[in-house]
Nanobody, 123 residues
Framework: QVHLVESGGGLVQAGGSLRLSCTTS????????MGWFRQAPGKEREFVAT????????YYSDSVKGRFTISRDNAKNTVYLQMNSLKPEDTAVYYC????????????????WGQGTQVFVSS
């Protein structure tokens, strides 16, 4: 079993930045595709970004493209989500997730999930 530990959430003003981190427990994290999802109050969980095992390929939802950057450091078993130019509509609980195989935005394909970290963006 893989467990994920998240950090970096918090409160920022619109236009500000945050960096979320997610560290995996597995020693074979390089074999896992990683993703970020988020869930706002009263809404379903939605895809944010994903990164391939090598880190060479990334994919973003249209709502965050150009503002968020996903990256990973396999030596540290850690994936990051750099969030810039934050908007109030980015307010949500953010979850990191892991899966075997290639990248996908399909939530059900991810096998392991973090506890979630709250991001609040004030206007």
């Amino acid at each position: 079993q893989v467990h994920l530990v998240e950090s970096g959430g918090g409160l920022v003003q619109a236009g500000g930045s945050l960096r979320l981190s997610c560290t995996t427990s597995t020693r074979t994290s390089s074999r896992h595709t990683m993703g970020w999802f988020r869930q706002a109050p009263g809404k379903e969980r939605e895809f944010v970004a994903t990164i391939s095992r090598s880190g060479d390929n990334t994919y973003y939802s249209d709502s965050v493209k150009g503002r968020f950057t996903i990256s990973r450091d396999n030596a540290k078993n850690t994936v990051y989500l750099q969030m810039n130019s934050l908007k109030p509509e980015d307010t949500a609980v953010y979850y990191c997730a892991a899966k075997g195989g290639s990248t996908t935005q399909i939530e059900r394909m991810y096998d392991y999930w973090g506890q979630g970290t709250q991001v609040f963006v004030s206007s």
